[in-house]
């Protein structure tokens, strides 16, 4: 196992599917970060030289400048993307849009249906009563 940024990631696997493991980072993206940092589609996270591992490593910390038109512009990965997603519910939630109260009420925000699914969803997912503290 490679710990990168918090990440494990297994030996024996492609750096593109373990690149997913990464929160916002999916195939496609991975994809695209190996294409830029010159990692053939074949190689596997154990088998990377060491200038291969620093250079992804410092990729994913701080992506470099590139122009706004890239493909690789600004993303985020982890703990920044959690907190900008957090901070948008939270927008949502103080503007009190139709979107901020169902996230406030912990129901289908984008019109999914509520008959059965998210009813289900809902019971499944309650904390607070079977004695766990929230």
Do not use: W
Not at 32 to 44: T, V
Request: aromatic residues 6%.
């Amino acid at each position: 196992m490679v710990y990168l940024l918090g990440v494990n990631l297994p030996d024996n696997k492609l750096v593109k599917i373990a690149l997913t493991r990464f929160y916002g980072i999916g195939l496609p993206t991975s994809e695209r970060i190996c294409a830029y940092l010159s990692i053939h589609d074949k190689a596997k996270i154990g088998q990377l030289p060491e200038h291969q591992m620093t250079s992804l490593s410092s990729f994913l910390s701080a992506p470099p400048a590139l122009p706004t038109t890239h493909y690789l512009h600004d993303f985020k990965i982890e703990a920044d993307l959690r907190r900008e997603v957090r901070s948008n519910i939270e927008h949502h939630r103080q503007i009190g849009s139709y979107k901020g109260r169902r996230h406030g009420q912990g129901l289908p925000v984008r019109g999914q249906n509520t008959h059965s699914n998210a009813r289900t969803a809902r019971r499944v997912n309650r904390l607070g009563g079977r004695g766990f503290a929230t």
